[in-house]
């Protein structure tokens, strides 16, 4: 089978890695790629906004499942414009990625179905909004409705703080994705993130992780799209991802298929835990990055019959092995990263670093040129390692990244410090 996969992050590196493995795999390609992800699969320059460029493309390649790494396409309908011409696509409807595109969507969808979340209110004006704010504690959160690049969150330890994200918000901060507002409840406790595979009905539990949003160490500095994963996150016992199934994930896709949109691909969803009991914060509607590394690292089965089976509907039945190991990812980014920074610095020492077999090193935002190896991005390498438990994956990463010379780059050197040492 041909394979197309969209997108051309170090999650899609991973995704990449894991799906030329498969003996059902004919021909991989990538669009648009990276350098990483052009080792293993052919990267085609296609524009992913102009579906029916995308539709010929599989019908001239002879696609037999295509899928989407990022969101945005997701919600921008490439799954509805490919399936209306009979392609299979790995990824949720245009509707049913509101479950990441509308945080309105998904709290209302929350509150009818009993799923436990922070309390809510949505706003299309300030004024109601501000009024809104006055009579709740802090802090308190405001998040704009849609699709923000990560950034559409903020959490307000003033009220003052509060009005003007409030007024951020309704004057374009964030685009068309601020045209409405998300007032919660701050919700406290630990974060950690469970995936899913759904195929409109039935769900397949994938694994658990925890990531690293800050920018440096001691999780202090600006937000990032992600400096580090691992999985499993120790926080998330069998019991508790019992209760996030029953509680959380089956009553959403339950919710989903009832209003005429069933949900299909991977869900992800991003959890708080007190005291034991989980709470919804958000969903996803595709795998995270830098998640995904950690999961295709310790993901034995065959990744492409699982996301075929997605496609087609026929989950029911399929189970997956998983390697008991830890998973430990370290971002290395570009030095101003998530602010400005640099393109085109050079990267050597790659090949000394992922010569151990327990680290594959993903590509994130890099380009080849001739022998070198250059940055292209914010995020650029996703260094991956798998030991007996996340202590030893953590210590086998950065001897990893200690091999790779990169002055224009930086990483945080604590990634996995909630999970190395653990008690409980
Ligand atoms: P989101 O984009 O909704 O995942 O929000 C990004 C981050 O903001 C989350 O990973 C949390 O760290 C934080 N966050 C979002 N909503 C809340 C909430 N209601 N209470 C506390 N923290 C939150």
Same mark, same amino acid.
């Given at each position: 089978m041909?394979?197309l996969l969209?997108?051309?992050?170090?999650?899609e590196?991973?995704?990449?890695?894991?799906?030329?493995?498969?003996p059902?795999l004919?021909?991989?390609?990538?669009?648009p790629g990276?350098?990483?992800?052009?080792?293993?699969?052919?990267c085609v320059?296609l524009?992913?906004?102009?579906?029916?460029a995308? $539709?010929?493309?599989?019908k001239?390649k002879?696609?037999?499942? #295509?899928?989407?790494?990022?969101?945005?396409?997701? #919600?921008a309908?490439l799954?509805?414009?490919?399936e209306?011409?009979?392609?299979?696509v790995?990824?949720p409807?245009?509707?049913?990625?509101?479950l990441?595109?509308?945080k309105?969507?998904?709290k209302d969808?929350?509150?009818e179905?009993?799923?436990?979340?922070a309390a809510?209110?949505?706003?299309?004006e300030?004024?109601p909004?501000?009024?809104? #704010?006055?009579?709740? !504690?802090l802090p308190i959160?405001?998040?704009?409705d849609?699709l923000? $690049?990560?950034?559409?969150v903020i959490?307000a330890?003033?009220?003052?703080?509060?009005h003007?994200a409030?007024? =951020?918000?309704?004057?374009g901060?964030?685009?068309?994705a601020?045209?409405?507002v998300?007032?919660?409840?701050?919700?406290?406790?630990?974060?950690?993130?469970f995936?899913?595979? %759904?195929? !409109?009905?039935?769900v397949?539990p994938?694994?658990?992780?925890q990531?690293?949003k800050r920018?440096y160490?001691?999780?202090t500095?600006?937000?990032?799209g992600g *400096?580090?994963?691992?999985?499993?996150?120790?926080? *998330?016992?069998?019991a508790?991802?019992?209760? %996030?199934m029953?509680?959380?994930?089956?009553?959403?896709? $339950?919710?989903m298929?009832?209003r005429g949109m069933?949900?299909?691909?991977?869900?992800? =969803?991003g959890l *708080?835990?007190?005291?034991?009991a989980p709470?919804l914060?958000e969903?996803?509607?595709?795998? !995270?990055d830098p998640?995904?590394q950690?999961? *295709?690292?310790?993901?034995?089965?065959?990744?492409?019959?699982?996301l075929?089976a997605?496609?087609?509907?026929?989950?029911g039945?399929?189970s997956?092995d998983?390697?008991d190991?830890?998973?430990?990812?370290v971002?290395m980014?570009?030095?101003?990263y998530?602010g400005?920074?640099?393109?085109?610095?050079?990267?050597k020492?790659?090949?000394?670093?992922?010569?151990?077999?327990?680290?594959?090193?993903?590509?994130?935002g890099?380009?080849r040129?001739?022998n070198r190896?250059?940055?292209?991005?914010?995020?650029?390498?996703?260094?991956t390692a798998? !030991?007996?438990?996340?202590?030893?994956?953590?210590d086998?990463?950065?001897?990893?990244v200690?091999?790779?010379a990169?002055?224009?780059?930086?990483?945080r050197r604590?990634?996995?410090w909630?999970a %190395?040492g653990?008690?409980?």
């Amino acid at each position: 089978m041909n394979v197309l996969l969209i997108g051309g992050g170090g999650r899609e590196h991973a995704l990449a890695w894991k799906l030329a493995q498969s003996p059902l795999l004919d021909t991989l390609y990538c669009a648009p790629g990276n350098a990483g992800i052009a080792e293993v699969a052919e990267c085609v320059s296609l524009e992913v906004d102009d579906h029916t460029a995308v $539709a010929a493309f599989c019908k001239d390649k002879a696609i037999g499942l #295509v899928a989407v790494g990022p969101e945005a396409p997701l #919600v921008a309908g490439l799954a509805d414009d490919l399936e209306a011409q009979g392609i299979k696509v790995f990824g949720p409807s245009k509707a049913a990625a509101a479950l990441e595109g509308s945080k309105g969507f998904t709290k209302d969808l929350c509150a009818e179905s009993n799923i436990p979340t922070a309390a809510y209110g949505r706003f299309t004006e300030a004024p109601p909004a501000k009024a809104h #704010v006055e009579g709740q !504690g802090l802090p308190i959160v405001i998040k704009a409705d849609g699709l923000a $690049a990560g950034k559409g969150v903020i959490i307000a330890n003033t009220h003052f703080e509060a009005h003007s994200a409030i007024d =951020a918000c309704f004057s374009g901060a964030f685009g068309e994705a601020g045209a409405e507002v998300v007032i919660e409840e701050h919700l406290t406790g630990e974060e950690a993130s469970f995936f899913a595979l %759904v195929d !409109g009905e039935t769900v397949l539990p994938l694994a658990t992780a925890q990531d690293h949003k800050r920018a440096y160490d001691r999780d202090t500095g600006p937000n990032t799209g992600g *400096m580090g994963a691992y999985s499993p996150a120790p926080v *998330m016992t069998d019991a508790l991802c019992a209760r %996030v199934m029953d509680e959380i994930i089956l009553p959403t896709v $339950a919710a989903m298929k009832a209003r005429g949109m069933p949900f299909k691909g991977v869900l992800y =969803a991003g959890l *708080m835990i007190k005291d034991g009991a989980p709470k919804l914060i958000e969903y996803n509607a595709r795998f !995270g990055d830098p998640e995904a590394q950690a999961l *295709m690292l310790r993901l034995k089965s065959d990744l492409l019959p699982a996301l075929l089976a997605v496609a087609e509907g026929r989950l029911g039945g399929l189970s997956l092995d998983w390697h008991d190991d830890a998973v430990l990812c370290v971002v290395m980014a570009a030095k101003g990263y998530p602010g400005s920074y640099k393109k085109g610095t050079e990267i050597k020492g790659l090949d000394a670093a992922g010569a151990d077999p327990e680290v594959e090193i993903f590509h994130a935002g890099t380009t080849r040129e001739g022998n070198r190896i250059l940055a292209t991005g914010g995020r650029v390498l996703g260094v991956t390692a798998r !030991g007996p438990d996340i202590g030893q994956a953590k210590d086998r990463a950065y001897a990893a990244v200690d091999k790779i010379a990169w002055p224009g780059g930086f990483c945080r050197r604590d990634i996995g410090w909630r999970a %190395v040492g653990r008690k409980d």
